[in-house]
């Protein structure tokens, strides 16, 4: 009788933690092709970004790439765009559950865990703000 030992294939490879523009790049067309295929999310994106994604992309990358490796490549104010937004507490924890599955596929370290954190405290910021604004019609969004 023959015994077959099978080795694993897909050797666990160690992952690194985000350190540059390639990486914060791979993080974010990681993330933004499962919110494309998303359900929950994937229509309001899609709705609000139509053929621009090129666009998002590249700004979402200097975003992150100031906010994560301390690179001021990034301006401008993240919220009032999202201001008006039709999304609710469901929305922002899918969008959360996403992203947090996201990192871990691709990273570990420090800045891996600092990526999660800001994205949390930026989702709470957010869901708090566009609930106010929707209950406060005549509040300026800036």
Do not use: C
Request: avoid cysteine; hydrophobic fraction near 40%; aromatic fraction near 12%.
């Amino acid at each position: 009788m023959a015994i077959i030992v099978h080795k694993n294939i897909n050797k666990m490879h160690e992952q690194q933690d985000i350190l540059t523009l390639e990486d914060v790049k791979t993080l974010v067309d990681t993330f933004y092709d499962k919110i494309r295929n998303d359900a929950l999310l994937s229509p309001i994106f899609n709705e609000r970004i139509k053929d621009r994604w090129p666009e998002h992309l590249e700004k979402m990358y200097r975003f992150w790439q100031t906010v994560l490796l301390d690179e001021p490549t990034y301006s401008g104010s993240p919220f009032p765009p999202h201001a008006k937004l039709p999304v609710d507490q469901s929305h922002f924890k899918e969008w959360m559950t996403l992203f947090t599955e996201t990192v871990n596929e691709l990273f570990s370290g420090e800045k891996a865990t600092e990526a999660i954190w800001r994205a949390e405290k930026m989702a709470q910021m957010f869901q708090f703000k566009i609930e106010h604004y929707r209950n406060n019609p005549f509040t300026s969004i800036h």
